[in-house]
C-alpha cells in the first residue's frame, strides 16, 4: 500500500474513533431509528449520545484520562554530561521550542533537532521551528532538521540511524511523552524525557460540564490510548 495512502488511513481510523465522532454516531442513530418511526431506540440513542457528550466535557473525567499521561515524566532539570542532541517532537506546537531553546542554554555545544511532517504545507512544521529557532539566536549549525518522519514511530526510525544508542534528550508533550519513550525505547534508543505542555488538570468542581478545554483535553488522552493500543497490536511498543 502506498505510504501516503496509509497514513492517511490510519489518520481517518483515528478520527472516526476519536468521543466526538462516537457522539456524531450516536445521534446518527439516533436520526436513522426516528426515519424508521422507532421512536423508543431513538430516544435510547440519543439520550446516550447525550449523556457520553456530557461525560467528555467533564472536568473530573477529563483529569482523570489525562493525568496518568502528564504525571509520568517530571519536568527535566538534573541533565546527564555529554549530550550531544535534542530532539523537539512535532514543531513548535503550544511553544515546545520554549523547553528546546531553555535546555540548549544549559547543556555545551549541543545541538537541537527539529521534527514534524507537513502533508499540504510547503513548509514542514521541522523547518518553521527550526526558522523560529535560529531567530532566537542560536546558530544555524546547531539546528537540524527531520521533517520526513510522519508518525512517532517514523521519528524513532530516523533517529536511531541518527543517533545509535546515544543516550538524548527527547522534548514533547507531557501527554505525549509515555507514548513516545515506548517507542523510541522500543527502538533501542535511550530517550531522556523532557515533557513539556503540561496541561494540569484544574479543581473546576463537578458541576462543571459541556466545557471545548475539557473535551479538548478528553481527546488528547483518548487518541494517546488509542496510539498505545495500536501500537502494542503492531508490536512496535
Not at 423508543?40 to 456530557?54: D, E, G, N, R
Not at 545509535?164 to 515506548?182: N, V
Request: glycine share 4%; net charge positive; hydrophobic share 45%.
Amino acid at each position: 500500500m502506498n505510504v501516503e495512502l496509509s497514513f492517511m488511513l490510519k489518520k481517518m481510523l483515528s478520527v472516526a474513533l476519536m468521543p466526538w465522532s462516537i457522539a456524531i454516531l450516536l445521534s446518527l442513530l439516533a436520526l436513522f431509528f426516528l426515519y424508521r418511526h422507532k421512536i423508543q431506540k431513538a430516544k435510547k440513542y440519543l439520550t446516550i449520545s447525550i449523556l457520553w457528550v456530557i461525560l467528555i466535557s467533564w472536568a473530573p473525567f477529563a483529569n482523570l484520562a489525562l493525568k496518568p499521561l502528564e504525571s509520568s515524566y517530571e519536568r527535566l532539570e538534573n541533565i546527564p554530561e555529554n549530550i550531544e542532541y535534542i530532539l523537539l517532537l512535532g514543531g513548535d506546537r503550544n511553544n515546545r521550542a520554549w523547553e528546546a531553546l531553555r535546555l540548549y542554554h544549559k547543556i555545551p555545544n549541543v545541538k537541537i533537532i527539529t521534527s514534524g511532517h507537513s502533508l499540504h504545507d510547503p513548509i514542514s512544521d521541522a523547518e518553521k521551528t527550526a526558522t523560529k529557532l535560529i531567530e532566537s539566536g542560536i546558530p544555524e549549525e546547531r539546528v537540524l532538521m527531520q521533517a520526513m518522519a510522519k508518525t512517532t514511530f517514523e521519528e524513532a526510525q530516523h533517529m536511531k540511524e541518527r543517533v545509535g544508542e546515544k543516550p538524548f534528550i527527547l522534548i514533547t508533550a507531557a501527554y505525549h511523552m509515555p507514548r513516545a519513550m515506548k517507542l523510541f525505547k522500543k527502538a533501542g534508543l535511550n530517550p531522556i524525557a523532557a515533557p513539556a505542555d503540561f496541561n494540569r488538570p484544574e479543581e473546576t468542581g463537578y458541576a462543571t460540564v459541556l466545557q471545548s478545554k475539557q473535551l479538548k483535553n478528553t481527546e488528547r488522552a483518548w487518541h494517546e490510548y488509542l496510539g498505545i493500543l495500536f501500537y502494542k497490536l503492531q508490536g512496535k511498543i
